[in-house]
């Protein structure tokens, strides 16, 4: 099997503040890798530079087109990586409005993502956006609301589903259920993992909370002051961390 | 189908002044298809550690673990999943599950994930449960609510769904009634039958006598302990 991403010596600089440094991994089809890390750690520059939201300094994110091709993401002109990011990829923000287009209906917010592959059929498209409604367990009542009329909860499972209705092969997660209580973020977790499941989706979430991570991510990198300090099998890496810093992070966490 | 060459487990506690826990040094151990062997010891010998290492849950210092071929001291995380998917099963004390699942896709699960069609899947967890006592009205439930005992019980269904090659069991039959022991220890012995290589750990005597084919003191291989 080869890889769909192959990211090699990835770093970003703020001026000189390290963003990231020296990030290298592969990520296999239908694997979930989790960041974690405390904030400032350098977790989201990374991830924005692997989805091209931010230019890194140094190296190269190469993703396995659909012919086959490895081709660098980074270097790739910019309508080439917005055709990516429109149909292979998609972006879960940490905040539903960031994804989504507020004064828009929920339906056509769906919609709206399969127009840019080409789809006219208004019927068609329709259908298949109360389709996706129904699989992130929105009522097709709903439809024709903004996502201004909606909870926190309702606005995050409307992102993913606008993201997700595409079919795309590589996901980006920032924080998906931050900010959620915790009753809904349960219900997201089991979503997401259903989903990936599924559409055998490859994904890279970004999150401080190591129990999204043990329920969702195949496998973890750990991030401390813009550096990869451990990474490994997700629950190897929570149940017996070799790093000081991964050691701090696990035997800090509550037990409820 | 287990292999275990000069295998050693050190514990660093950066945040407690470095401390450096030597637990494991030079263990051997070696199981066939169709053999149970118990792993004994006091408590704090290492059993549950040496178990999780060969799960490739816990990393190891040094040596080697080969599972059906793959080193576990050395592979990807991608091979460990895959071969945890296919080869190696592990019945753990706690059940772990994502809020909201019901009982039945639960056990049914790790059928699904090597292939198996979802009706035979379920058909095979329904006959599962059936077997260890689970009310037919708690299988659409998630077992977040069930008691420690139906937790237990649908762990080891889950568990022995999928024929697994290879095994790991950590205390099967603790805290079970006559009847539910008798199955789970039942269970054991068809994956024996079948040609399963199994690793138990069983504080219930009578039951390790029954199932398992020789024991290993794991307190040989625990450093400055001498055999």
Known sequence: MTPLLKVENISKFYGHRIGCKDVNFDLYPGEVMGIVGESGSGKSTLLNCLAGHLDPDTGEVLFEMRDGAMRDTVTMSEPERRMLSRTDWAFVHQHARDGLRMNVSAGGNVGERLMAVGARHYGNIREEAVDWLGRVEISETRVDDRPTQFSGGMQQRL?????????????????????????????????????????????????????????????????????VVETGLTDQVLDDPQHAYTQLLVSSVLQV | MIEIKNLSKTFTLHNQGGVVIPVMDAAELSVARGECVALTGASGAGKSTLMRMIYGNYLAAAGSIVVDGVDVVTAEPREILALRREVLGYVSQFLRVVPRVPTLDVVAEPLLAV?????????????????????????????????????????????????????????????????????????????????????????????????????IDVAVFTPGVAA
Not at chain 1, 171 to 181: A, I
Not at chain 1, 216 to 221: F, S, T
Request: glycine share 6%; aromatic share 4%; proline share 4%.
């Open chain 2, 115 to 215: 292939g198996v069609e979802t009706e035979v899947a379920r058909d095979r967890a329904r006959d599962l449960l059936a077997r260890l006592n689970i009310p037919e009205r708690l299988w659409s439930l998630s077992p977040t609510s069930f008691s420690g005992g139906e937790q237990q019980r649908v762990n080891i269904a889950r568990g022995f769904a999928h024929t697994y090659p290879a095994m790991l069991l950590d205390e099967p039959t603790a805290s079970l009634d006559a009847a539910n022991r008798e199955t789970v220890l039942s269970l054991i012995e068809e994956a024996k039958a079948r040609g399963a290589a199994i690793v138990g750990i069983f504080h219930d005597e009578a039951a390790r006598e029954r199932v398992c084919d020789r024991e």
């Open chain 1, 159 to 227: 992102q993913i589903a606008r993201n997700l209705v595409t079919g795309p092969r590589l996901v980006f997660m920032d924080e998906p259920t931050g900010g959620l209580d915790v009753s809904v973020q349960a219900r997201l977790l089991d979503l997401l993992r259903g989903l990936v499941r599924e559409m055998g989706l490859s994904a890279i979430i970004v999150t401080h909370d190591l129990a999204v991570v043990r329920l969702l991510a195949d496998r973890l990198m750990v991030m401390k002051d813009s550096h």
